[in-house]
């Protein structure tokens, strides 16, 4: 009887075919050659290339970027720090990163290739971007996520068209010895205490902030304060001098560092002990000042008074907002009229720094809201107010004049109760509302300032009174 049976007649067939039959499925599945991921060989990070090499990095505190940043310009390098990731560069992240990230990686790697496609946009040609700038970021050995991070970020850069771009690793193994593999990118001792400084710097004074601010007087007046003493560590950071044991070792010893790599960089003990006799007044003096900075934080911050001065010094007001016009500020109807011209206008925008000139940088304006039982404030501080108002006459025109300024004067303070009227439009016959602004104002020899504002809006149970109601010239100053 016929059958189409394939007949086997020993066991040596079997064998062959069950082999043949193997090797067809292994190569289906892909698992006779598979193809391995190797770190790829980049392009070198010459030292010739410092002076146009852009090294960029990120994932701390604003703090500790920005002292980052001052030891790599104080080592020669170019630098900048990668903006604070958004929603959008998770979204970037997902798009051209490994599906199986997890959301911290998501966020860092979507955020270099932002980035550079920001670059990009901004006209510069994409050979130009891996050309003039390296990424700099920590590595580690293993399966972890922190392990894993230098591949998620070459696959993404490759995914989003900027294969080849170069990433430059800091080993956690190695520490202050530790070496980027790139002669651009040269780990000297100085550069290596240069960023532990800042790391311990940058740890310092996010506690500080965080103890602080919970208890400051004035609002937004600890992190204004850190700013600027951060600003400060990073120009002792960025101009220190910088320490290379060939120049800085007795003569006798110059010629055996310069001609030993390995002496140069490991430093003997010995070696070691007389850079720290050279540095010591310099450390000292760096510590003492390090120190006066954080007590100066601790009581500027925090608002507090020291008690059983005589004398203490007024502060730099103007300094401290942008420059205003003379003629806003050298007489009470100057600064009165400046108040109600720079937020009038049809939509747009408004002359945001000429109103914060006005005031002093503790400045505050003050609504009164109307609920049914019970009326409260609304406290807003000068940036709230520009925020809020900006938002609303980006779309809506607003016209607001005075009508009468009665103004109260005694020394160097004045009170001014000043009734207003508001419009849509300046030609509007009929305002769509009126109140009365209580303005507190203060002369500092030079010129006035605005202290606070406190504004009620005119209702039918309360009426503006007759004297504040209607003027007779433009506008009705009384004192």
Not at 110 to 129: A, D, H, S, T, W
Not at 266 to 274: M, R, T, Y
Not at 333 to 341: G, L
Not at 406 to 435: C, E, L, M, W
């Amino acid at each position: 009887m016929a059958t189409n049976l394939v007949q086997i007649k020993n066991d040596s067939e079997i064998k062959e075919r069950l082999a043949a039959e193997r090797a067809r499925l292994r190569k289906i599945a892909g698992l006779d050659h598979p193809t391995h991921f190797h770190r790829p060989v980049e392009r070198a990070f010459t030292a010739e290339q410092r002076k146009q090499v852009t090294i960029l990095f990120g994932g701390f505190t604003w703090k500790h970027e920005d002292l980052i940043r001052a030891v790599f310009q104080g080592c020669g390098y170019r630098c900048e720090k990668l903006p604070v990731p958004d929603v959008a560069a998770f979204q970037t992240g997902k798009e051209f990163g490994n599906n199986g990230q997890c959301n911290p990686t998501y966020f860092t790697v979507g955020n270099l290739v932002q980035y550079l496609q920001f670059l990009e946009k901004e006209g510069m040609p994409r050979q130009q971007i891996l050309d003039d700038f390296v990424f700099f970021t920590a590595g580690s050995c293993g399966p972890c996520r922190f392990g894993m991070y230098e591949a998620e970020y070459r696959f993404a850069l490759k995914n989003a068209g900027f294969d080849g771009f170069r990433v430059l690793l800091f080993k956690d193994s190695d520490g202050i010895k530790a070496a980027s593999g790139e002669p651009g990118l040269k780990f000297t001792i100085d550069f290596g205490f240069g960023m532990l400084n800042a790391m311990h710097l940058g740890d310092v004074i996010n506690d500080l902030i965080y103890q602080i601010r919970p208890f400051e007087v004035n609002k937004g007046e600890t992190d204004r304060v850190f700013h600027d003493a951060v600003d400060e560590l990073c120009e002792d950071l960025k101009n220190r001098d910088s320490f290379e044991i060939e120049e800085r070792a007795p003569d006798w010893a110059k010629p055996k560092f310069k001609s030993n790599k390995v002496l140069r960089n490991s430093l003997h003990p010995d070696a070691f002990q007389f850079i720290l006799s050279q540095h010591k007044f310099k450390r000292e003096a760096f510590m003492i000042k390090f120190l006066s900075v954080s007590l100066f934080l601790l009581i500027a911050a925090a608002g507090i008074s020291v008690a059983g001065q005589q004398q203490s010094a007024a502060p730099d007001l103007a300094s401290r907002v942008p420059s205003a016009k003379s003629a806003d500020v050298d007489s009470i109807d100057h600064i009165m009229f400046a108040i109600y011209d720079v937020i009038s206008g049809p939509p747009g925008q408004r002359d945001w720094n000429r109103f914060r000139s006005l005031f002093v940088p503790e400045g505050r304006l003050t609504s009164t809201v109307k609920r049914e039982g019970s009326d409260s404030i609304r406290l807003l501080t000068v940036e709230d107010y520009v925020n809020s108002a900006g938002k609303y006459f980006l779309t809506n025109g607003f016209f607001e004049s005075a009508i009468v300024n009665k103004v109260q004067r005694f020394g160097n303070i004045a009170q001014v109760f000043s009734s207003y009227q508001s419009r849509h439009a300046a030609a509007d016959v009929k305002p769509f509302t009126r109140g009365i602004n209580s303005m507190q104002l203060f002369y500092d020899g030079k010129r006035w300032w605005v202290l606070s504002i406190l504004w009620d809006e005119e209702s039918p149970s309360n009426p503006l009174p007759s004297e504040m109601a209607k003027r007779s010239a433009a506008p009705a100053t009384q004192q």
